[in-house]
């Protein structure tokens, strides 16, 4: 019973962090794509994203944002997910940077979240011909 107890005690194990998300494929004689993820974190505290990890390609954090009428692309060293908060990446703004990539639509693409408290989550992503994404997927 004593384990039970504190078991049930542990708030880590009651929260979720859910990611869904999307990668571009890659244009022909390119080696640069991007991938879109929907983080939602259920848990009262933050969780901050500090690496991720594909295999066979560098992967960075990178906003896009307009300064001064100028788009300007800038690699972030961590994103944070609010505690009960929603992060969208989108085209045009926040993105996974996919350098080294050969993806082909159809395929899936695992990536490896690591994030700053140590744990680390994969995440499947499916391969979308360039111009999708704008919908949703129904598994």
């Known amino acids: 019973m004593a384990l039970l107890a504190l078991l049930g005690s542990s ?3 009651a929260c979720e962090l859910e990611v869904t998300g999307f990668a571009r494929e890659t244009i022909p004689g390119q080696s640069m794509s991007a991938a879109y993820l929907h983080l939602r974190n259920d848990c009262e505290a ?3 994203l500090v690496e ?7 992967v960075s954090i990178h906003e896009t944002r307009e300064v001064d009428g100028r ?8 994103l944070v997910v609010p505690a009960s908060g929603i992060v ?4 045009g703004g926040l993105h996974l940077m ?3 990539a050969a993806l082909k639509a159809g ?11 140590g744990e680390s989550q994969t995440v499947a992503l499916a ?11 129904h598994h």
């Open 98 to 100: 996919l350098e080294g």
């Open 52 to 58: 991720v990890t594909a295999q066979g390609m560098d």
């Open 107 to 117: 395929q899936a693409l695992d990536v490896v979240l690591k994030f700053a408290d």
């Open 11 to 13: 708030t880590a194990w």
């Open 71 to 78: 788009v300007q692309m800038r690699a972030l060293k961590q």
């Open 88 to 91: 969208r990446m989108a085209p």
């Open 127 to 137: 391969v979308e011909k360039i111009g999708a994404g704008k919908h949703h997927h």
């Open 46 to 48: 933050a969780r901050t």
